[in-house]
């Protein structure tokens, strides 16, 4: 093959088909990414809203794919920005460069198994099992066979058998009645309708193209459950990597109720002797009455009487796998039934075993932790036992990193200035970049006997100007937020600032009960409209408040990462508190003991890193396009006052700061006025 062209010559080539511009930023972030792909060392490089990240990887990423005839695997976090790369940016990117590289470069789009219709479902029909109590509810159970003949009907018009591409969708119930999981799929080799499925074709077309974007979870369980299910790649770009560590724990995380033990006694049926299943059936009931005394939350140490029941439930569960046997050649439809509770009962013993392990180190070398969610006077919420890893960056090291380049990216990867933090949380050993700030986090390094995997760290900026375009409010005379809602003082603040903003407001605030409280207590003092998180889905929120300016959108967690209103409509981001872990949350609460028991600081490793990248994402949320201006108004006058507030803000954009109500009240009405003109 000849010499392709440099990675810039394609670059400027493919920004001018494109109709783009040349950005500095975006140059210098290709040739990183270029750099990382030469010599096999990793790459986190931040680069801010409008840096044109996605061609900034995409360019020396297909160069390489077609240049080594390799598969490059790119990952993302939301559906949205898998859209934008399947949907816009990939086919304009090979349109661009199809005559310079010779050929038109593939790509494809793969999901986890459970998001493509099995056809074999289709035609055998799903197995009769309640799993739940809607499934009692007449209401329930017909919506549940509308649903179910609308998806027979969709299996012959669809071309990709993709739930995405299902609109309007269909229950999570339904959907689970026509698909399988990876576990509990017959595999291509034994299924009669293997030829057809849905899942293979895109598993195969995937081997075949120069590109696959996939999701978070599935690059997780590629990498770290030991079987395949992406193409061989050399190079992975992981975007959106701030949200990597969540993804890769959720899909790390096992939790075991008695509803689980009591489908796998139904799934087991007349498989198997009834005594061996009213064995593992009486080890539920001994499960529930254990757990029907415990308390809610996390666990430090494993009660006697929990260790019985868990003991006994692997042991059932055990005993039904053996009976089970292995699989008959003679009875393909037996095998069905016996793959899908094969494949629970794998589950239940396996996270029995780990619950009983969990405790079996001391407390700076335990690997899991475990707590106990639900709800006992909800039925909907039956207690469960949970077991999910107190770090993943040991996982990462070695199933992610040590195979292949890494590429990671986002608008926001630093934190107190340096990309440390996430790089500890990563498995990536920390920089010798020294912190901008004096309160920053101590963790000491996991101990590991794997050779420390290269990587460094790169910021190419942003197109905006933050100093000129944004202005960072810490409201610093406000009383600190306490446990009884939010102070008088502070709806005062909000109705003055909403009202100088003319309305354009998104509220972010830590809770569902303050934002609530928020809109209820603001809507009687101001003239604009106030949506709220949960009166609408959040996507018709979010399009409400784009649409009309003067109104203002309240809401949590998701608003805080997801919101992209560039424009008139949002001026103003109101933050009420700093978004530290709740002191409950068990997970969050492990960790930092962790950290403690083997010396460092677990405050600032856990607590405020969570809290600096959250509050890095509100704020991402201000300017979105080059001529947007606006005001981050942070409420919590600990920003401003608290020794781990320097930590805080040095993760924020670069934004003028004040602690001013008047400065920023008079900035605001200029900014409405301007807008209005
Ligand atoms: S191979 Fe698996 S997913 Fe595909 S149709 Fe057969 S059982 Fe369903």
Request: charged content about 35%.
């Given at each position: 093959m000849p010499e392709l062209p440099s990675v810039e010559e394609l670059l400027a080539e493919a920004v001018e088909a494109l109709g783009g511009k040349q950005r500095p930023g975006q140059v210098e972030m290709a040739l990183a990414v270029e750099r990382a792909i030469r010599t096999g060392e990793h790459l986190a490089v931040q680069a801010g809203t409008g840096t044109g990240k996605s061609l900034g990887y995409l360019v020396p990423a297909v160069r390489h794919a077609v240049a080594e005839d390799a598969t490059v695997v790119v990952s993302t976090a939301t559906i949205a920005l898998q859209r934008q790369l399947v949907d816009r940016d990939l086919p304009r990117l090979a349109t661009a460069l199809k005559k310079t590289l010779g050929r038109e470069p593939t790509f494809a789009i793969l999901k986890g198994r459970r998001n493509y219709l099995c056809m074999h479902r289709v035609h055998s029909g799903a197995p009769d099992e309640p799993e739940d109590e809607g499934l009692f509810d007449a209401f329930a159970i017909s919506r549940l066979g509308r649903d179910v003949k609308r998806l027979h009907e969709w299996s012959s018009d669809t071309e990709t058998g993709d739930r995405d591409e299902l609109v309007p969708g269909v229950s999570d119930q339904a959907w689970r009645q026509l698909s399988v999981s990876a576990k509990e799929c017959l595999g291509v080799s034994k299924c009669p309708i293997g030829v057809d499925c849905f899942a293979e074709r895109a598993r195969a077309e995937a081997g075949r193209a120069d590109v696959v974007v996939t999701n978070h979870a599935l690059l997780a369980i590629d990498a770290l459950e030991g079987y395949k299910v992406l193409p061989d790649h050399d190079l992975v770009i992981v975007d959106e990597a701030h949200d990597l560590v969540d993804r890769v724990t959720s899909v790390a995380t096992a939790e075991l109720s008695t509803a689980a033990l009591a489908i796998a006694v139904r799934r087991c049926g007349r498989q198997i002797e009834e005594d061996v299943a009213d064995q593992l059936s009486e080890a539920g009931e001994g499960l529930e009455i254990v757990l029907s005394e415990m308390p809610i939350g996390r666990l430090d140490a494993m009660p006697r009487a929990l260790a019985g029941a868990l003991a006994a439930v692997r042991d059932s569960a055990h005993r039904c796998i053996t009976a089970l046997g292995p699989e008959r050649k003679e009875d393909p439809e037996g095998a069905v039934g016996r793959k899908l509770a094969l494949a629970l009962l794998d589950e239940i013993h396996d996270t029995a075993v780990r619950l009983l392990e969990?405790?079996?180190?001391?407390e700076a070398h335990r690997r899991d932790v475990v707590w106990l969610a639900g709800d006992f006077r909800d039925d909907s919420k039956p207690p469960t036992v949970k077991v999910a890893p107190l770090g993943v960056g040991g996982l990462l090291r070695e199933r992610l990193f040590a195979p292949r380049t890494t590429v990671l990216t986002s608008a926001?990867?630093?934190l107190g200035g340096t990309f440390d933090a996430l790089a500890r949380q990563w498995g990536l050993p920390a920089s010798s970049q020294v912190p901008v700030v004096d309160a920053t986090a101590t963790e000491k390094e996991v101990p590991s006997d794997l050779s420390a995997p290269r990587w460094s760290g790169m910021d190419v900026g942003s197109p905006f100007e933050h100093g000129r375009s944004g202005i960072l409010y810490l409201a610093r005379h406000l009383p600190t937020p306490g446990r009884d809602g939010l102070p008088p003082a502070y709806l005062d603040e909000l109705v003055e600032l909403v009202n100088a903003a003319g309305g354009r407001t998104l509220g972010l605030f830590s809770s569902m009960r303050a934002a609530k409280q928020a809109s209820e207590a603001i809507r009687s003092r101001i003239e604009y409209p106030v949506l709220c998180q949960g009166e609408d889905s959040t996507a018709q929120l979010v399009k409400k408040f784009a649409e009309d300016v003067r109104c203002c959108l309240f809401g949590t967690l998701s608003l805080w990462q997801g919101v992209d209103v560039p424009g008139d409509s949002l001026q103003l981001v109101v933050v009420d508190?700093?978004?530290?872990?709740?002191?409950?949350?068990p997970l969050a609460s492990a960790r930092q003991r962790a950290v403690e028991a083997r010396g460092g600081n677990g405050f600032l490793t856990v607590a405020a890193t969570h809290a600096a990248l959250l509050l890095a994402q509100g704020a991402g949320r201000?300017?979105?396009?080059?001529n947007d201006k606006g005001v981050v108004a942070i409420l919590d006058p600990r920003l401003a006052t608290a020794r781990y507030g320097g930590f805080l803000r040095a993760s924020l954009p670069p934004f003028w700061t004040t602690h001013d109500p008047e400065v920023v009240r008079a900035a605001l009405k200029r900014l409405d006025a301007a807008a209005s003109a």
């Open positions: 969990a405790f079996d180190e001391d926001t990867l630093t508190r700093i978004p530290f872990p709740r002191p409950d949350d201000l300017l979105r396009s080059t």
